[in-house]
């Protein structure tokens, strides 16, 4: 994957403030999915926020939020709280050595990274979870094999790369470093090309 064209679009749209570009039909329906996991006292670590769009609308009075995002503009753009504490780093070397996360969430990030940097993140997620803990990982897949896009986007109009991932292939993944991979499949309805489709894998009991 072309590094460059990655950085080029995210920076991008950091200036602009687009962290996603889903209908908002799909935030209330993470909502319903994440909610069960987010108890009292909840410390939230989002790896690739954005906006945190999702993750600051989880957040109950005793909870925590630790926002990861590449991008500062991003990061800026995340309401002033005394709960949210923001990162600019790279997922990949974001460090864990000061938290314990109870619910860790990698929503439409894998999309751009490479497969030894997906495996480093799950790694290090897999340190920095509770015991108790859930590491959410969500992404559009693929029904057949890995895909990958390099080229002009119609819909983004410009130039988009992606890998998106076969399904079973990332479970096995996940499933090097958590004893327990549930995969949810998002409703058809909100897959828009007929080679994709959206999936969250719930990962628990760390190995
Ligand atoms: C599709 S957006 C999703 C935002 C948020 N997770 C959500 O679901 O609302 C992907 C985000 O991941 C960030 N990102 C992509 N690659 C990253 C990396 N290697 N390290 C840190 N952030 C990254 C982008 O800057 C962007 O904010």
Same mark, same amino acid.
């Given at each position: ?12 749209? +950091? *200036?602009?403030?687009?962290? @996603? ?13 994440? *909610? ?8 939230? #670590?989002? $790896? ?5 769009? #999702?993750? *600051? @609308? $989880?957040?109950?009075? &005793?909870? @925590? ?7 500062? &503009?991003?990061?800026?753009?995340? %309401? ?6 923001? !990162?600019? &780093?790279? !997922? ?10 109870? /619910?860790?969430?990698l929503f439409g990030? !894998? *999309?751009?990274?490479? /497969? +030894?940097?997906?495996?480093? !993140?799950?790694?290090? +997620? ?8 859930? #590491? ?18 119609? &819909? #983004?109009k410009c130039h988009?790369?992606?890998?998106? %991932? ?5 479970? +096995?993944?996940?499933? @090097? ?24 894998? $719930?990962?628990?009991s760390r190995k």
């Amino acid at each position: 994957m072309d590094k460059r064209v990655i950085d080029q679009f995210w920076r991008q749209r +950091a *200036t602009e403030g687009g962290g @996603r570009w889903t209908e908002p039909e799909m935030l209330d329906y993470e909502l319903s999915m994440l *909610t069960p996991y987010v108890g009292a006292n909840c410390h939230i #670590l989002d $790896l690739g926020s954005g906006p945190a769009a #999702l993750s *600051t @609308r $989880l957040l109950g009075p &005793s909870c @925590r939020l630790t926002a990861v995002d590449k991008y500062q &503009s991003f990061l800026d753009s995340i %309401p002033s709280d005394p709960r949210i504490n923001t !990162v600019c &780093s790279d !997922v990949v070397n974001f460090s864990y050595t000061t938290a314990t996360y109870d /619910l860790i969430l990698l929503f439409g990030v !894998v *999309t751009h990274l490479d /497969l +030894a940097e997906e495996l480093a !993140v799950y790694e290090n +997620a897999a340190r920095g979870l509770a015991d108790s803990g859930v #590491l959410a990982v969500k992404n559009q897949s693929s029904h057949h094999g890995e895909k990958q896009v390099d080229g002009y986007s119609e &819909s #983004l109009k410009c130039h988009y790369v992606g890998r998106y %991932p076969d399904i079973p292939g990332q479970a +096995a993944r996940l499933g @090097r470093f958590f004893g327990k991979v549930e995969i949810r499949h998002y409703p058809p309805a909100f897959d828009k090309w007929p080679d994709t489709t959206h999936v969250c894998f $719930l990962c628990s009991s760390r190995k």
